[in-house]
């Protein structure tokens, strides 16, 4: 069975600062990944979707990489700023399997 | 206007009621999710359905029933709700190229159970 784990739960930087947010599963055999962002009493928005076959997907400042092998992604974010709060969280699609999702990392950036 | 919708937004409710959420959705999609969500632990698949005929259960069916309506409408029941149940959900849609595709969410249920 896919397990997701993220690290770490919660993170706090000033504005200005390039971060990254860890994803990491147990299963190599996906189909992809993704990572989501979700704002506090809001659902859940795509960020980006990572297929098996990439290595990696870049979405303005937000560019995730998929490391298969080492059953690893990250989310590195560049210049944040304090839009970019929330809590994002990864999900991967498994062979025979369902959607699984990380608990998230809870970002704050401090203007 | 929302591609997924979610109805009610809050509910509070008392242990031993039955409670019913909906969802709609007007992307076309076929297939349809429900999550609950619960602090420290991500979201987990309560039901889903790839299309009008199909029901399917998830991690976490017991105490759950769902009904698909029509390939718009996906409803989650509580049949006799329980404080543990007291949650956010959400229900998702996704379209047929699954590997390929995302899944769109509603904006959620907060359900509390006392």
């Given amino acids: ?111 | 206007d929302a591609d997924v919708t979610q109805t009610p937004r809050n509910r509070i409710t008392k242990t031993g009621k039955r409670i019913m959420l909906e969802c709609s959705q007007t992307k076309g999609h076929d297939r349809m999710y429900w999550y609950r969500q619960d602090p420290g632990l991500g979201l987990r698949l309560i039901y889903y359905s790839f299309d009008v005929k199909d029901i399917n259960k998830g991690e976490i069916s017991d105490g759950y029933s769902v009904s698909r309506q029509a390939q718009a409408k996906f409803s989650l029941s509580l049949e006799s709700a329980i404080p543990n149940q007291t949650a956010l959900y959400f229900c998702a849609t996704s379209g047929r190229g699954q590997h390929t595709d995302t899944q769109y969410f509603g904006p959620g249920t907060r359900l509390t159970v006392l």
């Fill in chain 1, 1 to 111: 069975k896919q397990e997701v784990t993220q690290i770490p739960a919660a993170l706090s930087v000033p504005e200005g600062e390039n971060l990254v947010l860890n994803c990491s599963f147990t299963d190599s055999a996906i189909y992809n990944l993704q990572w989501f962002r979700q704002d506090p009493g809001k659902g859940l928005t795509s960020l980006l979707l990572i297929q098996s076959s990439q290595r990696e997907q870049t979405s303005g400042r937000l560019n995730a990489s998929l490391d298969k092998s080492s059953g690893r992604s990250t989310l590195y974010i560049a210049a944040s700023q304090p839009g970019d709060s929330a809590t994002y969280l990864c999900a991967v699609l498994s062979y025979g399997q369902n959607f699984v999702f990380g608990p998230g990392t809870r970002l704050s950036v401090l203007p």
